[in-house]
């Protein structure tokens, strides 16, 4: 899949209750669980499994609970007791499948006709009791009839999906009915079967013969009630080549029935010339009332299934789950139910009507399950953090809920259906989208701790978390909004954090050695509250209730939102909840038994915020307006710091030399702080910086002197770069091409420059290019369907670029991978592609590591890795792999980055040569071909690229195996295209807006340094230093630990090395400058042009109207638009201007009459109203007339009164 993960799934019929274990005891080390199998590995058999007798009782006749659901983490029984000796392998045992298959139909040149009276699978095992012997059984009969297609229908389509017929006939005068019936029933039509068996895929076929591969269909197919599948064992593996750990989920699903009809929509018909695709599945949606459900979902104990990101370990476990799905759609009314089946599951059993698209309807239940985690831990030597810690989480309870689907036709606006740059209706992905609008779940907790060391969170039993969606509406790449509600309920209790001494374990400790303290307030141990998410995947909470739905105080919507998602009005809520003591009472509590400094120190600055706000209160300040003053802040000053005035001499002085701009004075103050705060000489050093560092910002700086430089033309026109963008097209000669015969499509050769340098275009280019030529058939294909994906890309990037990093957008990372996988793997086979084609050269460098030759199934290597490793707790190695397990991966092949960072394979690139502008050019006159900028293969351009780096960089969840994985995607993407795209990618992070920033660059270089690999195997962790130096030849990357103590730079600052390496990226990216100035501007205008002058002032100084006749006085002019607006504005003034001078002087005779009370005073204003009026209309009609004198006259008194 995208992202370079492989997913592995494999299914038997049948209880496999050890999921594929085949290690004898003596392979197995002594500490792990013994699986007595002798198998092979990598198969699933149902013979290799115990038998069905044995399987039933040992899951159905025992009510003892499973050690590994009673026994802590790690702490597994090393061999079941009751476990079954091997068996030796009889075919004989083996029970066969009945299959039974009734066909009649009827076949001519017309039609095609079939029907199934019966098809049937049937499975009976046999057992040596009766009531443990299983049935199956699946059973299917309908039919089906095939036949040419009505012509009329085909050309109009139906469905929600256009048919790509409409698009041939696009331009032409349709013929009519009755000739299309006489083209499609021709005597050169060809048959039903021939179309069938041999469809005419030709792109030239004219519409007669495209109309000659439309075929008609109608079927109905029905399953009956007696359909049972007795159990089936599913397992399901993830990996990824580069990637720590994996997982492994083996699940039996017991007693499965089915039953429902399925049938075709009305005026259903297949092109058999189109491509065939998985998604043109979605042209087919049939009309279906299907029901199918399970009674029972267990994970065996036996089969060791784990899940492992590379951060978490988690050993599952589940019983007693149960499900039901219905699937409904195409039907008007509701469909008729025979099946009066009960079930167990507390399922809604209403009859839906679904008449567009398909709804499919999951209720879920599950009776208990139970979650064994551990997760790695940064170390924190402050918090007693040690490394290598770990975190176990445990949960247990038990869930349900429900999932309402709906796949359906969008609903688009008339406006947003025209133009190319519209969802392509001919792209079924495009066409439809999913409501989820209803779906709902719910947990019950029954147990829940997390530990850490010596410390345990302990969550109350009944604990209660629904989670019910509002309303969510996406597209197909699940682009959309989500609005869903929370609800909690700790059942009127609070999670207990626990705490021993240091080396103990908070679960083997006695009660007298526990510390323990609640960890909610009242308030907060109940509520309710909206939560919205964004399609960028940005959090923000609407409203809320806690304790009471209807409640309003300190902890409502307002105070979670101030946490998750801060606006305006967050501060002044933290600070109310800052100054709420009872809460920071509670809070204290809690950091004493994390760090007993740290709990001072909150203590200290919680008692000098509350003294604030006390001193604030006294003295009436309520605004910080009100603080400006010297006086009062040097009184307030003295206040805070000792309660009197008597600092009040010392502070004075300090504030005036702030405000002089003399920067501060950092030896008065330290001795100040020294002589009123009892904590000054424990906190030395700290106090030193700090003081330093508003020094530093207090003090004046010296301001660049400005410059002017007289004639300063674009990089992009200078000489020396104009030579490397030969044949990549400038935004002008883009503009004419597009205006040039809009009549006709675009020249081959234009259309495929256009789309290669789309990347590289801004977003609202790329939008004028797709609405500037509509059609469809303007263009490639292939080109069109580049453009409008860079389109789909480029607008997903600009909402990110807008929101990102923090808190509020804590699942963004999710939303990025969703599109960035797909994007990535499309420009890395782009670019293998490239290397094959340029210059008849061979690749000959390593493949990626997704794509190399598994000479072992993924589950077999899963299943190996599980045995070496059962329990988390005993795959932390050195390597932070399972156990001994890494020796068995042969995923040792490196992705395109480490390859630059390795420095060995890297193959030279050459130009490609349909970048070549479609103008014939000697070869004599064009640039050497080493010389030309290449612009790769990504679909991604450097801003895009450069905006998702940042976002990454700047997540709240940079640790996690996602967000890593999302960064390494982007570097192997810019590893696999030419050097000049990694350098324009760190030119864009230093340029926002077009303007270079050093700093900026360099606080991003620092952070792409250190960036977290945790969750990759050692082998394929990237030396970022040597990766950046592939890409900066002649430029050495400052390494941190050579500026620390000991380092041999020791003396010199990491800071200024590495902003010295940014200063030199943004020199060294001017050609890339040049080169967007080259894509993206057109210059109208240079410097040595005259300064554009108001039409009025134009005419003036020529002498002539401004129609363009020779007139020495304005008043003898040919009048026009312009010159009776200016007219009209002018006499609207001095009007007003006369009726002013009367207001005024009533003014003067009535001062204690109001404005509204004056005659002359109203119609003053009223007249002035219309002179704005009037001018605003000359303004519209000529943009620079503020230049004129009667203008800026005007315009200037009334915005200074």
């Not at 439309?214 to 079927?219: G, K, T």
């Not at 695709?277 to 009309?287: E, F, G």
Request: hydrophobic residues 40%; contains cysteine.
């Amino acid at each position: 899949v995208p992202g370079g993960l492989t997913v592995a799934l494999e299914m038997i019929h049948g209880r496999d209750l050890y999921a594929g274990v085949r290690k004898t005891e003596a392979d197995v080390p002594a500490t792990n669980i013994t699986m007595q199998r002798s198998f092979s590995s990598d198969t699933l058999s149902s013979f290799a499994s115990p038998s069905a007798e044995g399987a039933r009782q040992h899951h159905h006749g025992s009510a003892r609970r499973s050690a590994a659901f009673a026994a802590p983490l790690g702490h597994r029984s090393a061999c079941k007791a009751n476990t079954p000796p091997p068996e030796p392998f009889d075919v004989n045992n083996l029970v066969p499948w009945l299959l039974e298959l009734g066909v009649k139909g009827i076949i001519d040149d017309d039609k095609v006709s079939v029907i199934v009276t019966k098809l049937a699978a049937t499975h009976q095992s046999q057992a040596s009791r009766e009531a443990l012997a299983t049935s199956s059984k699946m059973s299917l009969s309908g039919n089906i009839v095939i036949s040419k297609a009505d012509a009329a229908a085909a050309v109009a389509g139906a469905g929600p999906v256009a048919s790509h017929i409409s698009n041939l006939a696009q331009g032409r005068k349709m013929p009519s009915s009755t000739h299309l019936a006489a083209m499609t029933g021709s005597s050169h039509s060809p048959s039903v079967c021939e179309v069938l068996l041999y469809p005419d895929t030709s792109p030239n076929a004219s519409l007669s013969q495209r109309l000659n591969q439309f075929l008609s269909y109608d079927y109905a197919f029905e399953i009956p009630d007696d359909t049972q599948v007795d159990a089936i064992s599913l397992s399901v593996g993830a990996t990824h080549p580069m990637l720590k750990g994996g997982s492994l989920i083996t699940t039996v699903i017991e007693s499965i029935y089915a039953h429902g009809s399925l049938s075709a929509r009305e005026n259903a018909v297949m092109d058999l010339t189109e491509r065939r695709r998985k998604r043109n599945i979605l042209r087919h949606l049939p009309a279906v009332e299907f029901t199918a459900g399970v009674q029972n979902v267990f994970i065996p104990e036996e089969s060791m299934s784990y899940s492992d990101d590379g951060q978490t370990k988690c050993i599952p476990e589940l019983k007693g789950g149960r499900m039901k799905v219905r699937v409904l759609g195409g039907f008007d009314k509701d469909p008729a139910r025979t099946n009066s089946r009960s079930d167990d599951v507390d399922i809604a059993d209403d009859i839906l009507c679904v008449q567009d698209g398909i709804m499919v309807v999951t209720d879920f239940v599950a009776e208990s399950f139970v979650l064994n985690n551990e997760t790695h831990v940064n170390e924190f030597p402050e918090l007693e953090i040690l490394e290598r810690s770990l975190m176990s989480v445990i949960l247990s309870g038990n869930f349900g809920g429900c999932i309402a689907t709906h796949l359906r036709p969008q609903k688009l606006e008339s406006e947003t259906t025209s133009g190319a740059k519209a969802p392509n209706l001919y792209n079924p992905l495009e066409a439809y989208e999913i409501d989820f609008t209803g779906s709902n779940a719910s947990l019950k907790l029954k147990e829940g701790s997390a530990t850490l060391g010596h410390r345990r969170v302990i969550c109350p039993t009944e604990t209660r978390v629904d989670l019910t969606i509002v309303e969510s509406i996406v597209d197909m790449s699940f682009e959309g909004q989500t609005e869903c509600e929370v609800s909690w309920d700790f059942n009127a209790t609070s999670p207990i954090l626990q705490t021993v001494d240091v080396g103990l374990s908070p679960r083997h400790a006695s009660h007298e050695n526990r510390k323990q303290v609640e960890l909610l307030i009242h308030e907060l141990r109940q509520g309710r509250l909206n939560l919205n998410v964004s399609s960028v995947g940005g959090l923000s909470v609407k409203k809320a209730a806690t304790t009471r739905e209807d409640r309003e105080g300190l902890y409502d919507w307002k105070f979670f939102n101030a946490l998750v998602a801060p606006d305006d009005e967050s501060v002044s809520r933290l600070i109310q909840v800052i100054h709420d003591k009872r809460t920071m009472k509670k809070l204290l509590a809690v950091i004493e038994l994390l760090n007993s400094d740290l709990e001072r120190v909150a203590r200290y600055a919680l008692t000098r915020a509350w003294k604030a706000k006390d001193i604030f209160d006294k003295e009436g300040i309520s605004d910080p307006g009100k603080l400006i003053p010297g006086h009062r802040m040097a009184r307030l000053g003295s206040l805070f710091l000792c309660g009197d005035l008597s600092q009040l001499d010392d502070l004075m002085p300090i504030i005036q030399r702030v405000v002089a701009g003399n920067g501060l004075d950092v030896v008065k103050v330290k001795d100040l702080l020294r002589r009123n705060i009892p904590l000054y000489d424990d906190w030395a050093p700290e106090i030193d910086r700090i003081v330093r560092w508003i020094d530093t910002a207090l003090s004046p700086m010296d301001a660049p002197r400005p410059y002017i430089e007289n004639h300063c033309p674009p990089l992009s026109e200078l000489p020396k770069y104009q030579a490397y963008f030969e044949g990549i097209p400038s935004a002008k000669s883009i503009y004419e091409k597009l205006h040039e015969k809009q009549q006709l499509p675009l020249d081959p050769a234009v259309s495929a420059m256009i789309a290669q340098a789309a990347p590289y275009m801004s977003l609202n280019q790329i939008e004028f290019v797709l609405t500037t030529r509509k059609r469809p058939s303007d263009w490639q294909p292939f080109d069109l369907r580049r453009i409008r994906y860079v389109y789909t890309i480029k607008k997903k990037v600009k909402d990110i670029s807008e929101s990102y990093g923090g808190l509020s957008f804590l699942p963004q990372s999710f939303f990025v991978s969703i599109f960035l996988g797909e994007a990535t793997r499309a420009s890395l086979r782009a670019s293998n592609r490239s290397l094959k084609m340029g210059s008849g050269l061979k690749e000959d460098r390593a493949p990626w590591p997704a794509e190399q030759e598994r000479q072992t199934s993924t589950l077999g290597k899963l299943r190996r890795r599980r045995v070496y490793a059962p329990q988390p707790s005993s795959y932390l190695q050195e390597s932070g792999q399972y156990g001994s397990a890494e020796h068995l991966s042969n995923d040792d092949m490196l992705s395109p980055a480490g390859r630059v960072a390795s420095q060995n394979n890297i193959t030279p690139r050459k130009a490609r040569s349909f970048r070549q502008a479609p103008t014939d050019v000697s070869e004599s006159d064009s640039a050497d071909v080493d010389t030309i900028y290449d612009l790769g293969d990504s679909l991604l351009g450097p801003q895009d690229v450069a905006i998702l780096l940042q976002a990454g960089l700047a997540s709240s969840m940079k640790g996690s195996t996602v967000v890593q994985l999302n960064q390494r995607m982007l570097l192997d993407l810019m590893a696999s295209q030419p050097k000049s795209f990694a350098i324009a990618v760190l030119a864009e992070i230093g340029m926002p807006g077009g303007e270079g920033s050093p700093r900026g660059l360099c606080s991003a270089l620092m952070a792409l340094l250190e960036l977290d690999q945790s969750s990759f195997t050692k082998f394929h962790r990237i030396d970022m230093h040597a990766l950046l130096e592939g890409w900066l030849p002649g430029l050495k990357i400052p390494k941190r630990e050579d500026y620390l103590a000991g380092g041999r730079w020791a003396r010199q600052s990491y800071y200024e090395s590495l902003y010295g390496v940014a200063q030199s990226i943004l020199e060294d990216a001017e050609t890339y400058m040049a080169l967007k100035g080259h894509i993206q501007r057109v210059r109208h205008h240079v410097e040595t042009d005259p300064l554009p002058l108001a039409k009025e002032l134009e005419a003036d100084s020529v002498g002539i109207s401004i129609d363009g006749s020779h007139h020495q006085d304005l008043t003898e002019r040919p009048e026009n638009k312009l010159t009776h607006a200016i007219e009209v504005a002018k006499g609207k003034i001095a009007a007003a201007d006369a009726q002013g001078k009367y207001a005024v002087v009533d003014m003067g005779m009535s001062p204690h009459s109001s404005v509204d009370d004056l005659e002359s005073c109203k119609i003053a204003t009223s007249l002035y109203r219309e002179s704005f009026e009037a001018c605003a209309a000359v303004l519209k009609l000529a943009k620079l007339a503020f230049q004129a004198d009667w203008f800026k006259a005007f315009y200037r008194r009334n915005y200074d009164a």
